[in-house]
C-alpha cells in the first residue's frame, strides 16, 4: 500500500471541543506581550492606551521582571482584564518575552515597551496589513517622540563592517543619518512609507504566532538589547522581509526601564556583540568586537579631552571587561546574574516555505478553494504566488503545487501550446529539484472530467507527472485509495489527506430565506431544490431536470451555473413547459450565490462521476443538505458531518429517491448547522504545511531522489 501520511491525524484535534459549529469563525486574535522592570506608572499608561483600542479578539499580557515598585498588584487591581504574569526576579527582556508568548494563544503575537503609548487605529492598521501582506512575515511602526519629531529607534540598518568601521572612526557620529557614512541609521528616512528593513525592534513588533513559532522567538542568550536584531536576522533567513508600516504608530520614550547612561551603552554593546557572535563567522565577529571597542574608546577619549559632564562613553569603556565577551558573561558581570543554560547559542529557524501554486489566487473569483488554501498557507508564514515558469526555473522554490494539470496544460484548443506549457514547466521543474524543490499533486479527481488535446498528449503529460511526483495529497482517505488505484505508479509516492476546506469566510451567508427568495423572484411557499456550480455533461443536470418533472406537487427546482452554449439548449428543452423549473444558465454572481442557497431546501448534485465536490462543501457551508451519488469520497463526507446533511443515492436517481430527500430535508431544523470543524482553513493548512515537510523530508532520504533521478 501507498507510503500514507495521515496529516490530520498527526495533527491533532484541528479546533478547540468548544468551538461553536453554527457560525464563521471568530475575529483574529492577537496577545500583547509587555515586559515591565520597576516602570509602573509608565507601563500602566502603555496598558491603558492599548486597551483605550477596543480591538476584540485583544489579550494583553505583561510579565513582570521582579519590580520592586509595586507594578504587579497595582496592574492586578487596576486592569483586571490583563493577564500578569510575576517572573519573580529579572529574567531579561528576551526569556520574559518567551513566557508571555507561551502564556498566550492568540493568532498574531504583538511585543510592546512598557514606555510606549499607542495612537488610535495603530494596531488596527499594523494588524490590517499583515493580513493583506502575509509575505512579510514580521511588522513594525513609525516611533514619535513626546514632541511628534520621528524616533528612529523603531528599526535599524543592518550592522557589517563598514558600519562597524564608521563607528569606530566616528563617521557616522559626524555624518549621522548619512546613508553612506551612518547605513544602520537607514539615512533620513523618516519612517513615513511602506518599507523592507532588516531589524525591527522590540518596542512595536508584529508577527503570527506561527512566524513566532518557526522563527524560534527569541534567543535566551540575550539578556538585555540585540535580542530583537537577532531575531530579525532569523527572520530574514528563514525567507521573511520585515517591513515598517507607517500607519502604525506609537510615542515612544526611549530606554524608560533602564538607568544610567554609561551602564545601559554597555548593554547595548553587550547586545551588539552577542548579535555578532551569533550571526556571523568567527572571524568576522573578532574584527567587529575590536571595532566596537575602537569606537567606544575614541569616544570615551573625546569626553575625557573636552571635560564633558556626560560621561556614557567613559564609562561605557570603563565596563568594556564586562561587555566585550557579549552574553552570557554580560550578565554576570552587569547584572551579578548567573544565566540559565543554553541549549545552543546558534538557533536554526524552520525555513520559510516558498510554494509555487497552480493555481493559486488567480482563479478566485471562478473558485474560491485554491485562493483560499494559499491563504491560509500564508497566514502560516508560507510565501504563496501562481505559478511561474521563470521563478521555478531560477528562483528559490520548495514546493512546486499542481491542482488539476490537464486544466492547466492543455487546455485551449492548439496542441502546439499544450507541447510549449508542458516543455517549459517541465525543463523548469528539472532545474527546480537540482535546487531541492518537490513537486505536489492534489488528486482531486482520478481523471479528467473532460478529455482535453490528443490522447496521445495527454498520456504524455500523464506520464510526465507520474515520474516527477514528489508527494500527492487527497481530500479524503478514499482519495488516495482511488489515486493508487487509477494509477499504480502512485504506489511508491508519500500520501498525505488535507480535506477540501469550507465556504464560511468566502461568502456572506447572513440573508434570510424569505428575503432570499424574494430576491429571487421565487415562491414564498413550498420545498426548492437546487443545483448549483458549473454545468457539465457528467453532472446529470439535464437528467435531474427530467426526473424533477415526475414530481407531482408544488416543489421548485432552480438550476445555478454557466453551462457550454449546447449543454444549455438541452436543459431548456428537457425544461421547457414546467413553471416550477427556474433557469439561470450563465455566471453565478458572489453576491448571488448566498442567495440562491439560503432560498432552497436542498442541494441536488446528480453526478454521473464525481470524486470530491466543492458544491457539496459550498451547500454545507451555507447551511443546506445535499443529496449526493454513492461515490468517491461522498462517503467519507457524510462520516465526517452526517447522514442529516449528506444523503446518498445510488445509480441513477428516480423521482422517488428525491421526493424522500425532499421530505426529509423538510423535517429538518431550519436553525441547524452541520459541525465543520474539520473543514477549517487554519487546521488544513497546517495539515498541508506538514505534509510538504513530510514530503520532502522522504525526498531528502531517497538516495534516487536525492540524485535527481525520476520514479520507475
Known amino acids: 500500500m501507498t507510503d500514507t501520511i495521515i496529516a490530520a491525524e498527526a495533527m491533532g484535534a484541528p479546533a478547540p471541543a468548544s468551538a461553536p459549529v453554527t457560525a464563521a469563525r471568530s475575529t483574529v486574535t492577537i496577545d500583547v506581550v509587555i515586559v515591565n522592570f520597576n516602570t509602573r506608572e509608565r507601563t500602566a499608561e502603555c496598558i491603558a492606551s492599548v486597551l483605550a483600542q477596543g480591538i476584540a479578539g485583544l489579550t494583553v499580557i505583561v510579565v513582570d521582571n521582579g519590580s520592586a515598585d509595586g507594578s504587579a498588584e497595582a496592574f492586578i487591581e487596576r486592569f483586571p482584564e490583563v493577564v500578569v504574569l510575576v517572573a519573580g ?8 518575552v518567551n513566557r508571555g508568548v ?57 550592522p557589517s563592517l563598514w558600519s562597524l568601521f564608521t563607528f569606530a572612526t566616528m563617521a557616522s557620529t559626524v555624518f549621522r543619518t548619512s546613508r553612506v557614512w551612518d547605513p544602520e541609521s537607514l539615512g ?27 522563527v524560534g522567538g527569541m534567543n535566551e542568550l540575550f539578556f538585555l538589547y540585540g535580542e530583537d536584531a537577532e531575531f530579525s536576522a532569523r527572520a530574514r533567513r528563514a525567507g521573511y522581509r520585515p517591513v515598517i508600516v507607517p500607519d502604525a504608530v506609537i510615542q515612544h520614550d526611549v ?27 568567527p572571524w568576522r565577529a573578532r574584527v567587529g568586537v575590536a571595532l566596537l571597542q575602537a569606537g567606544t574608546g575614541v569616544r570615551a577619549g573625546l ?29 554576570v558581570a552587569l547584572f551579578d546574574r548567573t544565566p540559565p543554560a543554553q541549549d545552543a547559542i546558534r538557533r536554526r529557524p524552520q525555513r520559510r516555505l516558498v510554494v509555487e501554486a497552480e493555481p ?25 504566488r501562481d505559478l511561474s515558469y521563470a521563478r521555478v526555473a531560477f528562483g528559490r522554490v520548495d514546493v512546486i503545487h499542481l491542482h488539476w494539470p490537464d486544466l492547466s496544460f ?20 528539472a532545474a527546480a529539484r537540482r535546487r531541492g524543490a518537490i513537486l505536489v499533486w492534489t488528486v482531486h479527481n482520478v481523471e479528467a472530467h473532460e478529455e482535453r488535446s490528443s490522447a496521445r498528449l495527454r498520456d504524455r503529460a500523464h506520464r510526465l507527472l507520474l515520474e516527477n511526483l514528489d508527494g500527492i495529497l487527497a481530500l479524503s482517505p478514499s482519495g488516495i485509495e482511488a489515486a493508487v488505484s ?24 447572513g440573508i434570510s430565506r424569505a428575503r432570499a427568495r424574494e430576491r429571487l423572484e421565487l415562491p414564498t411557499a413550498g420545498p426548492v431544490l437546487l443545483f448549483v456550480g458549473q454545468i457539465r455533461a457528467y453532472k446529470n443536470v439535464r437528467h435531474l431536470v427530467e426526473t424533477f418533472r415526475r414530481l407531482p406537487d408544488d416543489a421548485t427546482l432552480v438550476i445555478a451555473g454557466h453551462a457550454p452554449a449546447d449543454l444549455a439548449d438541452e436543459i431548456r428543452a428537457a425544461a421547457e413547459g414546467d413553471a416550477r423549473i427556474v433557469l439561470h444558465l450563465g455566471f453565478v454572481a458572489d453576491d448571488d450565490l448566498p442567495a440562491y442557497l439560503a432560498a432552497c431546501d436542498l442541494v441536488v448534485l446528480p453526478y454521473r462521476r464525481v470524486q470530491n465536490s466543492g458544491s457539496a462543501i459550498l451547500a454545507l457551508s451555507a447551511g443546506r443538505p445535499v443529496l449526493v451519488p454513492d461515490l468517491g469520497a461522498m462517503q467519507d463526507l457524510r462520516a465526517d458531518v452526517g447522514d442529516g446533511w449528506v444523503d446518498l443515492f445510488d445509480g441513477e436517481l428516480t423521482a422517488e429517491r428525491l421526493r424522500e430527500a425532499l421530505d426529509r430535508a423538510a423535517r429538518r431544523d431550519a436553525t441547524a448547522r452541520p459541525n465543520l470543524a474539520d473543514f477549517a482553513w487554519p487546521a488544513i493548512a497546517a495539515q498541508t504545511e506538514q505534509a510538504y515537510r513530510a514530503f520532502r523530508r522522504h525526498r531528502d532520504t531517497t538516495p534516487s531522489a536525492r540524485r535527481g533521478e525520476r520514479r520507475p
Open 303 to 331: 569626553e575625557r579631552r573636552t571635560r564633558s559632564s556626560r560621561r556614557t562613553w567613559r564609562d561605557a569603556w570603563a565596563l568594556r571587561a564586562s561587555w566585550r565577551r557579549g552574553y552570557p558573561d554580560a550578565e
Open 410 to 429: 492543455l487546455s485551449g484548443r492548439r496542441r502546439v501550446i499544450h507541447v510549449a506549457r508542458l516543455t517549459l514547466f517541465y525543463s523548469a521543474l
Open 360 to 384: 493559486a489566487f488567480r482563479t478566485a473569483h471562478a473558485n474560491p478553494y485554491t485562493a483560499q488554501l494559499a491563504g491560509a498557507l500564508a497566514e502560516r508564514g508560507a510565501l504563496v
Open 102 to 158: 507561551r502564556a498566550g494563544s492568540g493568532d498574531f503575537v504583538l511585543l510592546l515597551n512598557p514606555d510606549a503609548t499607542v495612537f488610535p487605529g495603530s494596531l488596527e492598521a499594523l494588524a490590517a496589513f499583515a493580513r493583506a501582506h502575509p509575505e512579510y512575515g514580521v511588522y513594525g511602526g513609525r516611533t514619535v517622540r513626546a514632541d511628534g519629531s520621528v524616533d528612529r529607534s523603531s528599526c535599524w540598518g543592518a
Open 89 to 96: 526576579e529579572n529574567t531579561g527582556f528576551a526569556r520574559a
Open 255 to 281: 530606554g524608560g526601564s533602564t538607568a544610567s547612561s554609561g551602564r545601559k551603552m554597555a548593554m547595548v554593546l553587550a547586545g551588539k556583540v552577542t548579535l555578532l557572535d551569533t550571526t556571523w563567522r
Open 486 to 509: 487509477a494509477y499504480p505508479a502512485l504506489e511508491a509516492v508519500p500520501a498525505a489527506v488535507t480535506r477540501h476546506g469550507d465556504y464560511r469566510d468566502a461568502y456572506d451567508f
Open 188 to 214: 533620513r528616512w523618516e519612517r513615513d512609507s511602506v518599507r523592507e528593513v532588516p531589524i525591527i525592534t522590540g518596542c512595536l513588533l508584529l508577527t503570527r504566532r506561527a512566524t513566532w513559532d518557526a
